[in-house]
């Protein structure tokens, strides 16, 4: 089975609007942490944003916020107020804890119209 | 404070060959994980490498071998070079006292090319 499922190969947002990018995981792992990354054109993977299993708050960093949803398995990430610079490719990644892995899913292309 | 490094930033090698990547990790940083991602696809991780020993491995075959110095520094070793080995490569760091909780940067990136 998919570790990380993202079901939106491709997205768009006007600017200035609030998106959000799904992502669903799976694991029998109870210490795990999910990832948010953004990848431009340049290849370099940013970190975006951090949720841990075990927090009980919803993880916000700036324009970006995880809506973490724990008995459902998803961690949707939330951009909000869009700007053409967030035009990218966007990952979500788990990190299981205890087995040590990393996965990430395929992947979300973000196109913000102007 | 200097982010991630990986040399060289592409290489273009032809199929049989072996390849090194460097990588040197964040400052403060003592773990280096190793990814591919293919076009168009998320990163696949290859191993991660903490007190130089490979403490995780993906399921990528032993062509694939890596090795980290005293300075945390690491290479990724490819022999037999296969055309499927064609992608973009890559480190990623993080500071890991307790094992595998702290969260990765990542460098720019080798794109291997396999002729």
């Known amino acids: 089975a998919q570790k990380i499922t993202q079901t939106q190969p491709g997205m768009f947002v006007q600017e200035k609007e609030a998106v959000t990018l799904d992502c669903t995981y799976d694991?029998?792992?109870?210490?795990?942490?999910l990832f948010w990354y953004k990848q431009p054109s340049s290849g370099e993977m940013i970190f975006l944003i951090y949720?841990?299993?075990?927090?009980?708050q919803n993880a916000t960093e700036g324009r970006y916020s995880l809506n973490f949803q724990k008995a459902r398995k998803s961690a949707n990430l939330v951009i909000s107020a869009s700007q053409l610079g967030d035009s990218a490719m966007y990952f979500c990644?788990?990190?299981?804890?205890?087995?040590?892995?990393?996965?990430f899913g395929d992947g979300t292309t973000l196109t913000v119209k102007p | 404070d200097a982010g991630v490094t990986q040399s060289p930033t592409h290489l273009i090698k032809t199929r049989g060959q072996q390849v090194t990547l460097r990588c040197s990790p964040k400052s403060g940083h003592d773990t280096v994980s190793w990814y591919q991602q293919a076009l168009g696809q998320g990163p696949q991780f290859i191993f991660q490498y903490y007190e130089e020993e490979e403490r995780q491995r993906g399921n990528f075959p032993d062509r694939f071998s890596g090795h980290q110095f005293p300075n945390y520094s690491s290479e990724l070793n490819v022999n037999a070079l296969l055309l499927g080995d064609s992608a973009l490569y890559l480190c990623?760091?993080?500071?890991?006292?307790?094992?595998?909780?702290?969260?990765?940067?990542f460098g720019p990136g080798t794109r291997l090319t396999v002729l």
């Open positions: 990644a788990m990190r299981e804890f205890n087995a040590g892995k990393s996965t």
């Open positions: 694991t029998s792992d109870p210490s795990y942490g």
């Open positions: 990623a760091s993080s500071f890991s006292p307790s094992g595998n909780t702290d969260t990765q940067y």
């Open positions: 949720q841990g299993s075990y927090d009980q």
